[in-house]
């Protein structure tokens, strides 16, 4: 066969193969649900709770593939959530339910497809100052260079709404978590806000203490009624921070939740819940912390959102009592 010849069988050989391969991976593709999970940034130590998500998800189901968006927190998931820019993602208890609803400080703003995927566990959002500066109570801040935290995250809403119901005006610095860490380590801001498990500090307090010593803050019985007057619903809770040193201290705590939308299909929402509860002890391989909480408990007690509709079903297969306030409108067409 002439050479000429047989190059050109060769080019449309390969040129037939690369058009099966093409279209075995375009088939593959086709046969794949892809997912983003809207987290946090990666400073935080909940940033790898996400990233055990989308593992475990990637893991067991061969139709899935689970992406980690990192993100400024919870205003911030809020915003990629509506514009569907992510499936579910990171949030606090009653937060989400505050953008489900449109109340406080996002009245007329109500965004009704918003459904909780899941709570996991309590929060701190822990006020720490460097000890070596003269900031002794919340009121001392005024006038000071300090960070409510995470530009765009709900502690940072969270922490200039209620320091404005206070009458407390810090000089704020903006910028990431990481940002605000380092600022405090080099000593130029005197302390930041980050949310953290009631039974230990967030890693992030735990790396600034390694600089400069902390302190840490606690509300006064007259703050807590300034800010329950504008939001009944926040709780403050007496713990006493696992650090040397540390005193009892009054914070505001919240619930860790997952949140999601009604775009979520059922089934689908039905699969990624059930793994969630099924699978956490692979979820705890990456992210420790979640080897001893009861998902299921810790919904049904502190959720104030309604549930998306394949958590409630999976919830009502199990034998469970849904509280009213968690019902789906979704379920109650049936």
Same mark, same amino acid.
């Given at each position: 066969?002439?050479?000429?010849?047989?190059?050109?069988?060769?080019?449309?050989?390969? @040129?037939?193969?690369?058009?099966?391969?093409?279209?075995?991976?375009?088939?593959?593709?086709?046969?794949? &649900?892809?997912? #983003?999970? @809207?987290?946090?940034?990666?400073?935080?130590?909940?940033?790898?709770?996400?990233?055990?998500?989308?593992?475990?998800?990637?893991?067991?189901?061969?139709?899935?593939?689970?992406?980690?968006?990192?993100?400024?927190?919870?205003?911030?998931?809020?915003?990629?959530?509506?514009?569907? !820019?992510?499936?579910?993602?990171?949030?606090?208890?009653?937060?989400?339910?505050?953008?489900?609803?449109?109340?406080?400080?996002?009245?007329?703003?109500?965004?009704?497809?918003?459904?909780?995927?899941?709570?996991?566990? *309590?929060?701190?959002?822990?006020?720490?100052?460097?000890?070596?500066?003269?900031?002794?109570?919340?009121?001392?801040?005024?006038?000071?260079?300090?960070?409510? =935290?995470?530009?765009?995250?709900?502690?940072?809403?969270? &922490?200039?709404?209620?320091?404005?119901?206070?009458?407390?005006?810090?000089?704020?610095?903006?910028?990431?978590?990481?940002?605000?860490?380092?600022?405090?380590?080099?000593?130029?801001?005197?302390?930041?806000?980050?949310?953290?498990?009631?039974?230990?500090?967030?890693?992030?307090?735990?790396?600034?203490?390694?600089?400069?010593?902390?302190?840490?803050?606690?509300? =006064?019985?007259?703050?807590?009624?300034?800010?329950?007057?504008?939001? *009944?619903?926040?709780?403050?809770?007496?713990? #006493? *921070?696992?650090?040397?040193?540390?005193?009892? &201290?009054?914070?505001?705590?919240?619930?860790?939740?997952?949140? #999601?939308?009604?775009?979520?299909?059922?089934?689908?929402?039905?699969?990624?819940?059930?793994?969630?509860?099924?699978?956490?002890?692979?979820?705890? !391989? #990456?992210?420790?912390?979640?080897?001893?909480?009861?998902?299921?408990?810790?919904?049904?007690?502190?959720?104030?959102?309604?549930?998306?509709?394949?958590?409630?079903?999976?919830?009502?297969?199990?034998?469970?009592?849904?509280?009213?306030?968690?019902? *789906?409108?979704?379920?109650?067409?049936?």
């Amino acid at each position: 066969m002439p050479y000429r010849m047989l190059r050109k069988l060769r080019a449309a050989t390969v @040129a037939v193969l690369m058009a099966a391969v093409l279209q075995a991976s375009q088939s593959v593709a086709e046969d794949k &649900t892809f997912l #983003t999970i @809207a987290a946090t940034g990666q400073s935080s130590s909940l940033y790898a709770y996400h990233v055990a998500q989308a593992q475990m998800l990637n893991g067991l189901f061969d139709d899935l593939e689970v992406t980690v968006m990192e993100t400024g927190g919870g205003v911030d998931n809020r915003k990629r959530l509506a514009r569907e !820019e992510a499936d579910w993602g990171l949030f606090a208890e009653p937060e989400f339910f505050e953008f489900q609803q449109g109340v406080g400080p996002w009245e007329g703003q109500a965004l009704p497809d918003f459904r909780l995927f899941w709570v996991t566990s *309590p929060l701190a959002y822990y006020i720490v100052v460097n000890a070596d500066s003269d900031v002794r109570t919340i009121s001392d801040l005024a006038g000071k260079d300090f960070s409510g =935290g995470s530009r765009g995250s709900s502690t940072e809403r969270v &922490t200039r709404n209620q320091f404005d119901l206070m009458g407390v005006a810090p000089d704020w610095f903006s910028g990431s978590y990481g940002d605000a860490r380092d600022a405090m380590k080099d000593r130029r801001i005197v302390g930041l806000v980050k949310a953290g498990l009631f039974d230990r500090p967030d890693g992030l307090i735990l790396d600034a203490g390694t600089a400069v010593p902390l302190r840490f803050l606690s509300y =006064g019985e007259e703050d807590i009624a300034k800010v329950q007057a504008t939001f *009944p619903h926040y709780r403050f809770v007496k713990i #006493t *921070p696992p650090y040397e040193g540390a005193e009892e &201290t009054v914070v505001r705590g919240v619930f860790i939740a997952q949140g #999601t939308t009604t775009r979520l299909p059922e089934d689908l929402g039905y699969r990624i819940f059930k793994a969630m509860v099924e699978h956490q002890d692979k979820i705890a !391989e #990456t992210y420790p912390a979640i080897a001893s909480i009861d998902i299921v408990e810790n919904t049904l007690k502190y959720g104030a959102t309604p549930l998306h509709i394949g958590v409630y079903k999976y919830l009502s297969e199990q034998g469970h009592d849904v509280p009213e306030r968690l019902i *789906p409108p979704e379920a109650r067409k049936d």
